[in-house]
């Protein structure tokens, strides 16, 4: 596509996004890609400060953003295979993952963790189903060390390809079941955190956290 088309695409895009939030009553967040850049996450519009650090104001501390970071690579990891499946040479997606715990541990910096996840959600642009979504959570999972709220992205976007991988009649039950899966893996000192925000954003989560 021309880059003149691709811009006006991306303003129509940005448009309908902003529109989006008017209507819902949320605002427009960071994933990457839509238009080689950053593609929409519906965030609240209100940040909850308990999803804010502390040096930024809210009350996050260090070890449970870094088990929040921990929690969503997994559930990424969870369905990574639905993406590799379809794309076995490309490696952006478990790179991003791979960059959160490695955030975690130290040893990259924030800023690089979050453009390994925007790398993986590139490779989603060309996809549909399952793949696209997989590698959709594992972007959000790269996010997570820049905004930790990003970890109901990768949640989210798992039970979505969790949902996606099977037939239609059976799409419920398989998202349940993820979603459970997620649920049993969260530390304990960041379950009942989880567990509340899930809650209040479920709406705008597409209601994958029913279960």
Known sequence: ?????????????????????????????????????????????VRDPRLVTIR??????????????????SCAEHVLHLFEAVQPDDPRPRQAIEHARAWVRGEVKMMKARAAGGHAMGAARELRGPPRHAAYAAGQAGAVAHVAAHDLGAAAYAIKAARAAVPQREAEAAGRRECQWQRDQLPDAIRELVLDDQRLRNDICWSVFDC
């Open 1 to 45: 596509m021309p880059n003149t088309a691709r811009r006006r695409v991306c303003q129509r895009r940005r448009r309908a996004c902003r529109l989006a939030g008017r209507r819902t009553g949320s605002s427009v967040g960071s994933g990457v890609n839509a238009c080689g850049r950053y593609v929409v996450m519906i965030l609240p519009r």
């Open 56 to 73: 930024r104001g809210g009350t996050l501390t260090d070890s449970d953003h870094h088990l929040l970071a921990l929690w969503a690579a």
